[in-house]
């Protein structure tokens, strides 16, 4: 089955600053790949997401960009701000189905620090 | 519109009971996943209905089952509770099968086994 392996597991930034989340697929056939941002005491929200057909998609001050051949996507949020600390899953799947699944990876803690 | 709504929100048990826990979808969503979270585990796939069937089913023994009603609310159940169950159990409704789109989380039921 699909693997999606996650990192880093935390990260610290200075307001303002940006931040990188990196995941990687194992699934060559996976072809959907959503962001989920968790705040404390609330269940995970998504915030963007893409489809292997496009390479980079944007949204204000977040973006995700895709590397089919490699099987790597990341998160990168710009000029951070305290309200973006919480914790952040990648996830991929083959695009729903019977018998496929929506895998998700095991989270970055952010902090942005004022 | 209303939300995904879990109950309860928390609950302490003992090894051995059992506990039934509840999921209301958003209006006119016919898909329900549950996932457990612990901290360093992420989000674990336990099963989705689709429409009153199950659709898929994650690596989670026997004693964790879940069924779907006609108006889409699902319940899950896990029997035999062992100390490892402790766990955040989140559910998530949407439109299609989870993986195709957007899934909206409730904010979780808090098991404790003590």
């Known amino acids: 089955g699909e693997n999606v392996e996650q990192h880093p597991s935390t990260l610290s930034v200075q307001e303002g600053d940006s931040a990188v989340i990196k995941c990687t697929y194992s699934?060559?056939?996976?072809?959907?790949f959503p962001w989920y941002k968790q705040e404390l005491g609330k269940g995970p929200q998504l915030i963007i997401d893409i489809r292997s057909n496009v390479g980079e998609k944007k949204d204000q001050r977040i973006a995700v960009t895709l590397n089919k051949t490699a099987k790597h996507f990341s998160l990168h949020i710009t000029e951070t701000q305290p309200e973006d600390s919480a914790v952040y899953f990648c996830a991929a799947s083959r695009g729903g189905g019977s018998n496929y699944k929506l895998t998700f990876g095991k989270g970055t803690l952010l902090t942005v620090n004022p | 519109k209303a939300g995904v709504t879990q109950t309860p929100r928390y609950l302490i048990k003992t090894r051995g009971q059992q506990v039934t826990l509840s999921c209301s979808p958003i209006s006119g969503h016919r898909s329900v996943s549950w996932y457990q979270q612990t901290p360093g585990q992420g989000l674990q796939f336990l099963f989705e209905?689709?429409?009153?069937?199950?659709?898929n089913k994650g690596n989670f023994p026997g004693r964790f089952s879940g069924r779907q009603f006609s108006n889409s609310r699902s319940e899950m159940n896990v029997s035999t509770l062992e100390l490892g169950d402790s766990a955040l159990y989140l559910c998530?409704?949407?439109?299609?099968?989870?993986?195709?789109?957007?899934?909206?989380f409730g904010e979780g039921s808090r098991l404790t086994v003590l």
């Open positions: 998530a409704s949407s439109l299609e099968l989870a993986g195709t789109g957007e899934l909206f």
């Open positions: 699934d060559s056939a996976s072809n959907y």
């Open positions: 209905y689709f429409s009153e069937t199950q659709r």
